[in-house]
């Protein structure tokens, strides 16, 4: 198994107040979980000392976190959690459950949960760099929320929501993280409301190691499995092990880049299922792999404007995004909810516009329709998903800086082995020749746009 990254130290504190719980929804341009639905909290800091508590509660627990605690909820919500003991505002405090981030994910925190009761409901000075919105709400209604396809939460929160809608008296529920066996399976992630993300090991650009795989489909009779990619015999192995809950009816490819089909023609024979995908990244599959790479199998080409399946009663249309691959198509509800975007964008990493498939100039225009479409969440191929076009925006953005730069050294006459050395001289070795993909791709766009 592949190096996971480090695991910081963190605290969350569930507020309740008779039977509502406060939460906010992260700001969308954060790093971590952007626009998810969570609760007050942060990482343990180094300058968090462990000089022991003397207040009531707080001196039963590890002074270090409940040292991050405390700043924490004076930083992100106004409160003195000392001062709110001490006039007892706090009528009860308890660790509720902790929770330790998976492998997959690019940040991880072992997370400790504190659940702090109130007399009353506090006038919370909301930190808005943190927190797009915030609010009392019952567990109840959160849930509603999610069935509906309306929040994004990691599985730790939803796991607190759950355990506080069957008893809000609940004082331990134990370990919240995703638990799976990963010697025999996969992860198997639901952020959003019955679309199931299978974050799977495959041979992808660093410092991405892993393209998520999604199940899609109200009706199992037309439940898809999307780029399924695995790395080996063995990842292929896992992945068939955690499909057995699931009725997959047939796969669906976005593009034709290894990372996104490896091993999904051995899967689909075992399945026995069909697979989808654009007559474009058939060709250059089939042209790449050998003719017969999917024989045996059922292909159906599909084009814009065709339905894949269904979300929560709603028609998954499929779009056309041409730009980092001429035959990519993502997915979305015709009522923009969300939209999988493929490698539109990265969660992790960057995104490659390379010859001959690569478009820079699609590429943008793709962007910018999505941006237009204004869906509420987008989900990549590489990372988790993220509330609203923000890191869409971002990306427009930084290509757009990255041409400027580019057309910049044109006129000033350097080779493109300078713009490399000069535009790019902080980048992972590893990742030069993309990164020398993206400017041939935007000298040629520059060029079609006769601006050199």
């Given at each position: 198994?592949?190096?996971?990254?480090?695991?910081?130290?963190?605290?969350a504190?569930?507020?309740?107040?008779?039977?509502?719980?406060?939460?906010?929804?992260?700001?969308?341009?954060?790093?971590?979980?952007p626009?998810?639905?969570?609760?007050?909290g942060?990482?343990?800091?180094?300058?968090?000392?462990?000089?022991?508590f003397?207040?009531?509660?707080?001196?039963?627990?590890?002074?270090?976190?409940?040292?991050?605690?405390c700043?924490?909820?004076k930083?992100?919500?106004?409160?003195?959690?000392?001062?709110?003991?001490?006039?007892?505002?706090?009528?009860?405090?308890?660790?509720?459950?902790?929770?330790?981030?998976?492998?997959?994910?690019?940040?991880?925190?072992h997370?400790?949960?504190?659940?702090?009761?109130?007399q009353?409901?506090?006038?919370?000075m909301?930190?808005?760099?943190?927190?797009?919105?915030?609010?009392?709400?019952?567990?109840?209604?959160?849930?509603?929320q999610?069935?509906?396809?309306?929040?994004?939460?990691?599985?730790?929160?939803?796991?607190?929501?759950?355990?506080?809608a069957?008893?809000?008296?609940?004082?331990?529920?134990?370990?919240?993280?995703?638990?799976?066996?990963?010697?025999?399976?996969?992860?198997?992630?639901?952020?959003?409301?019955?679309?199931?993300?299978?974050?799977?090991?495959?041979?992808?650009?660093?410092?991405?190691?892993?393209?998520?795989?999604?199940?899609?489909?109200?009706?199992?009779?037309?439940?898809?499995?999307?780029?399924?990619?695995?790395?080996s015999?063995?990842?292929?192995?896992?992945?068939?092990?955690?499909?057995?809950?699931?009725?997959?009816?047939?796969?669906?490819?976005?593009?034709?880049?290894?990372?996104?089909?490896?091993?999904?023609?051995?899967?689909?024979?075992?399945?026995?299922?069909?697979?989808?995908?654009?007559?474009?990244t058939?060709?250059?599959?089939?042209s790449?792999?050998?003719?017969?790479?999917?024989?045996g199998?059922t292909?159906?080409?599909?084009?814009?404007?065709?339905?894949?399946?269904?979300?929560?009663?709603?028609?998954?249309?499929?779009?056309?995004?041409?730009?980092?691959?001429?035959g990519?198509?993502?997915?979305?509800?015709?009522?923009?909810?969300?939209?999988l975007?493929?490698?539109?964008?990265?969660?992790?990493g960057?995104?490659?516009?390379?010859?001959?498939?690569?478009?820079?100039?699609?590429y943008?225009?793709?962007?910018?329709?999505?941006i237009?479409?204004?869906?509420?969440?987008?989900?990549?191929?590489?990372g988790?998903?993220?509330?609203?076009?923000?890191?869409?925006?971002?990306?427009?953005?930084?290509r757009?800086?990255?041409?400027?730069?580019?057309?910049?050294?044109?006129?000033?006459?350097?080779?493109?082995?300078?713009?490399?050395?000069?535009?790019?001289?902080?980048?992972?070795?590893?990742?030069?020749?993309a990164?020398?993909?993206?400017?041939?791709?935007?000298?040629?766009?520059l060029?079609?746009?006769?601006?050199?």
């Amino acid at each position: 198994m592949k190096k996971s990254a480090k695991i910081h130290k963190s605290v969350a504190a569930i507020f309740v107040h008779r039977n509502s719980i406060f939460m906010i929804r992260r700001q969308p341009y954060l790093t971590a979980f952007p626009g998810y639905h969570s609760f007050p909290g942060g990482k343990v800091d180094k300058e968090d000392s462990d000089r022991v508590f003397h207040t009531k509660f707080l001196k039963e627990y590890d002074p270090r976190l409940m040292r991050a605690l405390c700043r924490e909820i004076k930083e992100e919500v106004g409160l003195d959690l000392e001062e709110a003991i001490h006039t007892n505002q706090v009528t009860d405090f308890s660790e509720l459950g902790v929770a330790i981030a998976p492998p997959f994910l690019p940040l991880r925190f072992h997370t400790h949960f504190f659940k702090i009761e109130l007399q009353s409901q506090p006038a919370f000075m909301v930190d808005t760099n943190e927190a797009e919105w915030f609010g009392w709400q019952t567990c109840q209604d959160v849930m509603e929320q999610y069935y509906q396809g309306e929040v994004l939460v990691a599985v730790p929160t939803w796991k607190v929501i759950q355990g506080l809608a069957e008893s809000l008296d609940a004082k331990n529920l134990g370990l919240l993280h995703l638990e799976y066996d990963p010697d025999k399976e996969v992860p198997c992630v639901e952020f959003l409301h019955n679309m199931f993300q299978l974050p799977i090991l495959s041979h992808t650009l660093p410092p991405a190691d892993r393209t998520n795989a999604f199940i899609i489909g109200d009706d199992p009779n037309n439940r898809y499995l999307i780029d399924p990619s695995p790395e080996s015999e063995t990842e292929l192995q896992r992945l068939i092990t955690t499909l057995v809950p699931f009725d997959i009816t047939g796969i669906f490819l976005t593009h034709h880049h290894p990372d996104h089909h490896e091993f999904s023609n051995q899967l689909a024979r075992h399945l026995k299922v069909p697979v989808k995908m654009s007559e474009d990244t058939l060709q250059r599959i089939c042209s790449k792999d050998g003719a017969d790479y999917f024989a045996g199998i059922t292909i159906h080409t599909v084009r814009e404007g065709d339905i894949l399946t269904r979300w929560l009663g709603k028609d998954v249309q499929i779009y056309e995004i041409p730009g980092h691959d001429q035959g990519q198509l993502g997915i979305a509800p015709v009522s923009m909810e969300w939209f999988l975007v493929g490698d539109l964008i990265q969660g992790i990493g960057t995104v490659v516009i390379g010859q001959p498939e690569g478009d820079m100039k699609k590429y943008f225009a793709t962007l910018e329709r999505i941006i237009q479409l204004d869906p509420k969440i987008v989900i990549p191929s590489h990372g988790i998903p993220m509330r609203t076009t923000t890191r869409l925006k971002a990306a427009l953005e930084h290509r757009k800086m990255r041409e400027n730069q580019v057309l910049q050294c044109y006129k000033d006459g350097k080779s493109k082995e300078t713009m490399l050395s000069e535009i790019y001289y902080d980048v992972d070795p590893r990742l030069l020749p993309a990164a020398m993909k993206n400017i041939e791709s935007h000298l040629i766009k520059l060029e079609q746009e006769k601006r050199i």
